[in-house]
């Protein structure tokens, strides 16, 4: 046969030959949003026997390490034709992740898919074991289904119970978070900080910070931060503390301070800022050193009083009111780091290590114990553009 016709019955055969052997409908995937992971806590409580009249294997024996919730849509509701929830959550309980993932299979009748994956919910209990924290972060980082952008909020609470929530502007809880996260370009009281910072800085240096995420049965906000330090949960930071590191990181996009002049609460919204770290020896200490330039914009002022924003000693004074208020959060915030948590968030260790490497091969041994009597140096230079509406 010539080999022209071999070709065209080769093309022939090979449409018959091609399929998909793993192929899976779209209905028949669970498309996990969001994943909350939790210590396991034994329960007090008697086995009872299966409806077969067989002991069953209960979720409290102790080779159970860990609670994992996973979150999907009802994918029925949202399209306008089913019924029910807006959002399905299942728990389970085992001794590793992939444990856990196999064990819904037993509850779950859709096939599990984390390719649409939005955000990580941490437990505060396992937050804080630093086996299990180290465990959970090695086997997201391994899949080759989650990304770098996905978001790891760490709570003081229960994972599960944040994504049992039902907040009144949308009830899947876990999109909710997600696009809650999505805010933090409006927001310095929200830290910046996705999966990829994380991994990044916790193999750099050991620490990260990580949003906190709080949630009553109705209702949820993230704000503030977890610290994060040889892989574990240390403590957190409050909105403004977080405000002020994310000044130090030069991750604020937007944000609003209120200095206070005359009696006069005046908010002013930061619409461009820009921070320069520096670390360095001098006289025998090291000195980190953040040097934040901040231009803004006056959004309130008080009615009746006119002038007084057309007044450049007046806004002067007041440039350098909200200056002063950046510098002594920043001063704060980085002692409450360096004092009573003793972790390096900022990355002074890094900074020397890529810019001094002289100087890091002499102090890297004893980092630990050289960073908590570091010297700080803080210089805010804050210029007012706008003063918005005026009389």
């Given at each position: 046969m010539p080999l022209k016709k071999w070709i065209i019955l080769c093309g022939i055969s090979l449409l018959f030959l091609t399929g998909c052997w793993d192929k899976v409908e779209i209905n028949e995937r669970a498309f996990i949003v969001a994943v909350g992971l939790d210590k396991f806590e034994e329960k007090v409580k008697v086995n009872e026997k299966s409806p077969l009249g067989e002991p069953s294997e209960p979720e409290d024996q102790p080779r159970n390490r860990y609670t994992i919730t996973y979150t999907f849509p009802n994918t029925g509701v949202i399209a306008g034709k089913g019924e029910g929830e807006a959002s399905f959550i299942f728990t389970g309980a085992g001794k590793d992740f992939y444990d856990v993932e196999k064990l819904m299979s037993t509850k779950i009748k859709n096939t599990v898919f984390f390719g649409h994956t939005k955000v990580f919910v941490i437990g505060e209990a396992l937050a804080r074991d630093e086996a299990l924290m180290r465990e959970v972060l090695d086997a997201i980082e391994r899949s080759p289904l989650l990304g770098r952008k996905i978001n790891i909020v760490i709570t003081p609470e229960k994972a599960k119970d944040v994504l049992n929530s039902k907040p009144p502007l949308d009830p899947k809880a876990g999109i909710y978070i997600f696009e809650l996260l999505r805010q933090k370009a409006n927001t310095a009281r929200m830290a910046d900080a996705d999966l990829g910072y994380i991994l990044r800085s916790l193999h750099e240096s050991q620490t990260a910070i990580a949003p906190r995420i709080v949630a009553t049965e109705e209702d949820i906000k993230i704000a503030g931060a977890a610290v994060l330090k040889e892989y574990r949960l240390v403590g957190w930071l409050g909105e403004m503390e977080t405000r002020a590191l994310m000044f130090m990181q030069d991750k604020i996009k937007t944000t609003e301070v209120s200095p206070k002049i005359?009696?006069?609460?005046?908010?002013?919204?930061?619409?461009?800022?820009?921070?320069?770290?520096?670390?360095?020896?001098?006289?025998?200490?090291?000195?980190?050193?953040?040097?934040?330039?901040?231009?803004?914009?006056?959004?309130?002022?008080?009615?009746?009083?006119?002038?007084?924003?057309?007044?450049?000693?007046?806004?002067?004074?007041?440039?350098?009111?909200?200056?002063?208020?950046?510098?002594?959060?920043?001063?704060?915030?980085?002692?409450?780091?360096?004092?009573?948590?003793?972790?390096?968030?900022?990355?002074?260790?890094?900074?020397?290590?890529?810019?001094?490497?002289?100087?890091?091969?002499?102090?890297?041994?004893?980092?630990?114990?050289?960073?908590?009597?570091?010297?700080?140096?803080?210089?805010?230079?804050?210029?007012?553009?706008?003063?918005?509406?005026s009389r």
């Open positions: 005359d009696e006069k609460i005046i908010p002013v919204e930061i619409t461009e800022s820009n921070t320069e770290m520096r670390a360095f020896e001098r006289d025998g200490e090291i000195v980190v050193a953040f040097k934040v330039e901040a231009e803004g914009v006056i959004e309130q002022h008080l009615f009746g009083v006119k002038g007084e924003t057309f007044d450049e000693k007046y806004i002067r004074n007041l440039e350098k009111i909200a200056a002063r208020d950046i510098h002594m959060q920043i001063q704060e915030t980085y002692e409450k780091l360096q004092k009573e948590y003793q972790v390096d968030v900022v990355q002074a260790g890094e900074h020397l290590r890529k810019f001094q490497p002289d100087l890091w091969a002499r102090v890297k041994d004893q980092w630990k114990e050289i960073y908590p009597y570091t010297k700080l140096e803080v210089s805010v230079e804050l210029k007012i553009r706008r003063v918005g509406v």
